[in-house]
Nanobody
Framework: QVHLVESGGGLVQPGGSLRLSCAFS????????MGWYRQAPGKQRELVAH???????DYADSVKGRFTISRDNAKSTVDLQMDSLKPEDTAVYYC??????????????WGKGTLVTVSS
């Protein structure tokens, strides 16, 4: 059973930076594709950034050039560095993966989320 725990959210002024981290346990992290999603009030959850087990990254157009996703296979963590933050980045940010072993193949796993508020 995969377990994901996000950390690093908080209140930041426009133009500021935050670094989110997601701790992974319960499976083989190095072989798992990982994603960061966010959900703003009244909006649907959306993909922010994704990093594959092979280190291929992908970003939503709205965050390209400002956010950077990275992973540390030794620590089983995936981070999201967020720079030049805007008020519209305010949301709950979630870590997501899919199971890769046995009966878990394709099963979605989500963390509980961490709140990011961008406001002056």
């Amino acid at each position: 059973q995969v377990h994901l725990v996000e950390s690093g959210g908080g209140l930041v002024q426009p133009g500021g930076s935050l670094r989110l981290s997601c701790a992974f346990s319960g499976s083989i992290f190095a072989l798992s594709n990982m994603g960061w999603y966010r959900q703003a009030p009244g909006k649907q959850r959306e993909l922010v950034a994704h990093i594959s087990s092979g280190l291929i990254t992908d970003y939503a157009d709205s965050v390209k050039g400002r956010f950077t996703i990275s992973r540390d296979n030794a620590k089983s963590t995936v981070d999201l560095q967020m720079d030049s933050l805007k008020p519209e980045d305010t949301a709950v940010y979630y870590c997501r993966t899919e199971g890769i072993l046995g009966a878990d193949v394709g099963k979605e796993y989500w963390g509980k989320g961490t709140l990011v508020t961008v406001s002056s």
